[in-house]
T-cell receptor, first 115, second 113 residues
């Protein structure tokens, strides 16, 4: 069975500091991995995704994530946090290949950015 | 133009009532979904339709019935609403292929009192 674990339900950083949101996955097949962001009272917006190819993936708003197969991880980073980054972040996966595209989500990490 | 739109955005209703949430996408996608987000923000898929055919049906009470009149629309009807149905329901769509981006609507906040 596939599963996604986000370490830390709440991460707090200062404006300008490094953002690191952790995501580990468990999958019997190579996964496709996604990070979504949810601002208050809004829907989910895709930040970035990894399917195949380069393991370092760049997304919107200065975020990037690196797929590390040996560590079964897909951590999300941003060099310098901005107040507007405060939101809930979700890591998700689907089994790679074929037509099984059902997304399994982690429980989310709330990012707080302090001035 | 809104890519995935769902209505209503907010819905407050009494226990025992029947309600529907409508969803439409204008992205030309062939697959649509309903996800439920509970009070702890956990997201879980409920249903998925591909070209009007039900292809994913998770363990959901049969009080929940999705209907897809065409591949651009997916509605969710809920009978005999219970307090535990209070949640945010997200409609989403994609092209049916693993790895394709799933686009979400803004959500429908359902409160059962």
């Amino acid at each position: 069975a596939q599963s996604v674990t986000q370490l830390g339900s709440h991460v707090s950083v200062s404006e300008g500091a490094l953002v690191l949101l952790r995501c580990n996955y468990s999958s019997s097949v190579p996964p496709y991995l996604f990070w979504y962001v949810q601002y208050p009272n809004q829907g989910l917006q895709l930040l970035l995704k990894y399917t195949t190819g380069a393991t370092l993936v760049k997304g919107i708003n200065g975020f990037e994530a690196e797929f590390k197969k040996s560590e079964t991880s897909f951590h999300l980073t941003k060099p310098s946090a901005h107040m507007s980054d405060a939101a809930e972040y979700f890591c998700a996966m689907s089994p790679g290949g074929g037509s099984n595209y059902k997304l399994t989500f982690g429980k989310g990490t709330l990012l707080t950015v302090n001035p | 133009d809104t890519a995935v739109s769902q209505t209503p955005k907010y819905l407050v209703t009494q226990m025992g009532n029947d309600k529907s949430i409508k969803c439409e996408q204008n992205l030309g996608h062939d697959t649509m979904y309903w996800y439920k987000q509970d009070s702890k923000k956990f997201l879980k898929i409920m249903f998925s339709y591909n070209n009007k055919e039900l292809i994913i049906n998770e363990t959901v009470p049969n009080r929940f019935s999705p209907k897809s009149p065409d591949k651009a629309h997916l509605n969710l009807h809920i009978n005999s609403l219970e307090l535990g149905d209070s949640a945010v329901y997200f409609c989403a769509s994609s092209l049916r292929q693993a790895g394709n981006t799933i686009y979400f609507g803004e959500g429908s906040w359902l409160t059962v009192v």
